[in-house]
């Protein structure tokens, strides 16, 4: 039951009309701190959290969702002791993602959200003991005691007219623990227990630091509407972005897709990743065009990153290593065309799909390997591609990819099947093609960490017409992946 002094139970009375009222529609702990350069003006620190959620699978309770929450405080205060003005928790991490397949479950751990366009008051000057209010009035108040803001992602529940309807949603409290942004995420990867709205949200917040965030979750990185949107139309400075991520290759394992996107974009992306390796779940860092600092784990545990945003560049941090589960890519709709290494000159080839055409300009060093046992192949698409099995995504992909074997399906193969790509080196290797939009990212991966390349290693160009070029400029073995990559237009 609740208990209110007379003061606060008016109040109450009027933010239960807003919570009401919608409108249409045991982890190890560790701690990194690095500097990133920003593309504002203005500095800041940000942390992100890789977390291990406490709480076994088909058997989630509140009392697991308790246990999480003092994680996050633990977490909340050590970011604040290192000086974060934001932290960012992963999609699910509260819950585990048992519940977005089973309503019954979904329902029962489901909160309500304060309307952050509605009375602007802070949950943590509530008193109540709430089940489905509960989990919002403690990220308020760890918000709020710490003076930071705080993006955690939850179930939502939401009753328009006599239906109740579940949300998957991220929700900002500033400072003083007030709601001040919540994102219902579009693309719903299965989930079958939640809803989404007609429409993609757009959701932004202004900080006092003078930056501008967009909101986004997981899935919705692969899209044009509302992530491409959130920059090209609303001029965020940085996106906050919880997954749980799934791990796919050859293009699309966590932080590489996070870091092609946030070096695409040219904008500054906070990740914030559940971790569970062994279901292919595991990525988190912060990202910005020319550097970031990147984590996967190939064991479970939780890592704190808290990384100042703004000010002088410094060196790209990747610790990144293999041993987590990928699913794999059907190739079948690409061209594929194994790179020629006849004699070790410099080659250039060329490879079509659709009338979208690919140019490759390489020169390979094997070094001890013979040539018969290295498989480097062109993959070239343009093409619809179904995700998830509703959304419809354009695809245009101009890549070269190591191959465990001559078929399409042996380029989306298990790192360990083309090991050796971990002992040949690129002396010379260009990419280049035009594109029918704007929405293409440099797509780089390394067999040596299973992790993004540095962004030094490369330079991303386009000239006009929307004609891109990626040219490696590293001297390391292990290239994995390497390719102009866009999708979602």
Known sequence: MLSYTLPALMTIFAIVLYLFYVAPVPPTQEIQ??????????????????????????????????????????????????????????????????PY??????????????????LKISPCDLETNELDLRVVHKLSCLAKQNRIYLVANLIQKVIDKSEMLLFNTNVVFDRNGKVIARYRKFHLFGEIALNHT???????????????????????????????DLVRKFNVDAVVFPTAWFSELPFLTASQAQAAWAAGMKVSLLASGINNPKDGSTGTGVYQPGAFHTVMLSSSGSKLLVSKVGGSQEQSSVETSCGFKTLSENLTSYSIAALSLAGGQPRSETLCNS?????????????????????YSMLVLSDERLHAGQYKSKMQVCAI??????????CADDFSKST????????????????????????????????????????????????????????ETGLHTFGLYSHGF
Do not use: W
């Not at 997981?218 to 992530?227: G, H, K, V």
């Not at 060093?365 to 046992?373: H, N, R, T």
């Open 401 to 410: 990819v190591a191959c465990s074997g001559p078929e399409k399906h042996n």
């Open 355 to 375: 009338g979208f055409c690919c140019h490759v300009h390489f020169q390979l060093e094997l070094g001890v390997e013979k040539s018969d046992d290295v498989r």
């Open 33 to 98: 701190k690095v500097k990133l350069k920003s593309m504002t003006t203005n500095s800041f620190y940000a942390a992100v959290v890789e977390f291990s959620p406490k709480g076994a699978l088909h058997n989630i309770t509140h009392n697991a969702v308790e246990e999480n929450l003092r994680e996050y405080q633990k977490f909340t205060e050590q970011a604040k002791s290192l000086g974060a003005d934001i932290i960012v928790f992963p999609e699910y991490g509260l819950t585990t993602i048992e």
């Open 420 to 475: 050796f790509s971990k002992r040949v080196t690129f002396k010379y290797l260009t990419i280049e093609a035009k594109f029918s939009n704007d929405q293409v990212l440099p797509n780089t991966l390394s067999a040596l960490n299973c992790g993004p390349l540095k962004p030094a290693y490369y330079y991303f160009t386009r000239d006009i017409g929307n004609h891109y070029s990626l040219k490696y400029i590293g001297n």
């Open 101 to 118: 397949n089973k309503h019954s479950l979904a329902l029962e751990l489901s909160q309500f959200v304060p309307d952050p366009d509605g």
């Open 198 to 228: 007609d429409i993609p949200d757009i959701t932004t917040f202004i900080t006092d630091f003078g930056v501008t965030f967009g909101v986004i979750t997981c899935f919705d990185l692969m899209f044009r509407s509302p992530t491409v």
